[in-house]
């Protein structure tokens, strides 16, 4: 059993012991309190992060915007509040086992290991783990052999990186860090060869990186992620008024907007995401 498969034990042990009562529903918790809690990291960007004003924004923090407002309009609730409750990719999943919230608005992937402690809504974004280097780096990934390469701590590109390089008998130091501002930074310095993390949140660093001449993105996917919205398992209702938000934002137009205002204006959509938004669509 890999770390994170430990984590994640321990996690949902906790949460079968502070998860409040199976009868109540978040709908009715939502309908009492006119509060949505959403879930958060403040430094994963381009989804979600803190902006040095302090407010909550990025791509899942706007989808989730929406999503409270349309939730708002279903419950016929006039002032429907969002309180933000900042997590970390180690511990964001507990927020939702141990209720503290009820929504993860993030750059958080779906997989199976992770339903099986958590729901996740019809899928929101996708993206795929590649890995950024300095313009006089290696860019093939078996001439990181010998190098080291950084990570940021409890991630499913901390796994899935772990798992490349093995399969491709690629032996590198994978170094671990907290945040993602400090594995860019080891980059630039030198102290790592290469960096592995999600494209667009990669991309969106470089772009507003001050030595964004210096670092380029090397070509290789080493997987597909389906990213969703992370919610507590089980309660069907909550989900499905999720899922009804999606498909009307989606339908809509909506989320062309929202991405327009996070990647900008000249960004849209590309084929693929289009593609996955249309599927996503749920007929009423």
């Not at 006119?34 to 990025?58: I, N, S, W």
């Not at 078996?142 to 409890?154: E, T």
């Not at 899935?160 to 630039?188: C, N, Q």
């Not at 900008?264 to 599927?279: C, F, H, N, S, V």
Request: aromatic share 8%.
């Amino acid at each position: 059993m890999n770390r994170t498969s430990k984590w994640l034990v321990v996690a949902a042990l906790a949460g079968a012991i502070l998860a409040p009562p199976a009868w109540a529903g978040t709908l009715d918790d939502i309908r009492q309190s006119k509060t949505l809690r959403v879930a958060y990291r403040e430094e994963a960007q381009p989804f979600a992060y803190k902006t040095p004003a302090g407010q909550p924004a990025g791509f899942m923090i706007e989808l989730c915007q929406a999503v409270a407002k349309d939730l708002a309009r279903q419950l016929k609730i006039a002032d429907l509040k969002i309180t933000y409750v900042p997590e970390t990719s180690v511990n964001r999943l507990a927020a939702i086992l141990q209720n503290k919230a009820d929504l993860i608005c993030d750059s958080l992937t779906q997989t199976i290991e992770r339903r099986q402690i958590v729901d996740f809504s019809v899928p929101t974004f996708i993206d795929g783990a590649t890995f950024a280097i300095r313009n006089d780096g290696p860019q093939d990934i078996a001439l990181l052999a010998g190098k080291k390469v950084a990570v940021v701590d409890g991630t499913l590109t901390e796994q899935v990186t772990r798992g490349s390089l093995a399969a491709l008998h690629v032996k590198a130091e994978i170094v671990p860090y907290k945040t993602f501002d400090e594995a860019m930074t080891a980059l630039e310095k030198g102290d790592v060869s290469a960096y592995f993390a999600g494209r667009a949140m990669l991309s969106s660093m470089i772009k507003g990186h001050p030595a964004a001449a210096r670092i380029l993105l090397a070509g290789t996917f080493l997987t597909i992620e389906p990213f969703a919205l992370a919610m507590r398992r089980g309660d069907g209702d909550f989900r499905l008024a999720v899922d009804r938000a999606l498909s009307h934002i989606y339908r809509s137009g909506e989320i062309t907007r929202i991405f327009v205002n996070t990647f900008g204006d000249k960004e849209r959509p590309t084929p693929t995401l289009q593609a996955l938004y249309m599927i996503a669509t749920l007929p009423e």
